[in-house]
């Protein structure tokens, strides 16, 4: 059983690149978030779906775009990179109504040079 | 907005001994969710426990346990019989309860060493 699947683990970009960061989870979880990491920060919420076709804005999101075109899938996209966007991402998914924990995947470090 | 503080950046403790890391959190609901997170160097985020709000006993899980304080909004974790695993950094997270699923809010971390 995979769980949450983050592609990919490791990227570099230079400033004004794009990238898009694909998280797939196996569980038919109907909720799904990106944070991201910094030291000293914790993890902060970018985005975030209710479900399939949803997103909604969190606490850091300008800079980011995502989708939920498959329930499956939460896409997080990085339409021209900054340095400020140096991090670790980390998507994660949840249950509804009974089990509200949260499950993580394993973590993408990006780099923006 | 809901807000949690885990006011130890870092914390040491020796091998066999007791350790409590500290988190307080700020909300106006009466009902949610507090849990903490470890985070190894491997990055991987694992749930250690979790709490109730609705819920007067504290939580315990091996040698993981809680403090919760609801009046005061303190949620404490002790590790007993603390090992060289152990070593990693804790979250503390918030969760509100309620229609739909609301994202965990998390505090900035405590790292935590332990001696050998």
């Known amino acids: 059983n995979a769980g949450v699947t983050q592609t990919p683990k490791f990227r570099v970009l230079k400033t004004g690149q794009s990238m898009t960061l694909l998280c797939a989870q196996d569980m038919n979880h109907e909720y799904m978030y990106w944070y991201r990491q910094d030291p000293g920060m914790g993890l902060r919420l970018i985005h975030y779906?209710?479900?399939?076709?949803?997103?909604a804005k969190g606490e850091v999101p300008d800079g980011y775009n995502v989708s939920r075109l498959k329930k499956q899938n939460f896409l997080l996209g990085l339409e021209s990179a900054a340095p400020s966007q140096t991090s670790v991402y980390f998507c994660a998914s949840s249950y509804s109504l009974w089990r509200v924990e949260a499950f993580f995947g394993q973590g993408t470090r990006l780099t923006v040079v | 907005a809901q807000t949690v503080t885990q006011s130890q950046p870092e914390m040491s403790v020796q091998e066999a001994e007791t350790v409590t890391l500290s988190c307080t959190y700020d909300?106006?609901?009466?009902?949610?969710?507090l849990f903490w997170y470890k985070q190894p160097p491997s990055r991987q985020m694992i749930l250690v426990i979790r709490?109730?709000?609705?819920?007067?006993q504290n939580a315990t899980e091996n040698r993981f346990s809680v403090n919760f304080q609801k009046a005061a909004k303190s949620f404490s974790l002790k590790i007993s019989d603390s090992q060289l695993g152990d070593a990693a950094m804790y979250f503390c997270a918030y969760r509100r309860e309620g229609s739909g699923n609301t994202p965990l809010v998390f505090g900035k971390g405590t790292r935590l060493s332990v001696i050998a």
């Open positions: 709490q109730e709000a609705y819920k007067q």
């Open positions: 909300t106006s609901e009466s009902d949610y969710y």
């Open positions: 779906s209710v479900g399939e076709g949803t997103t």
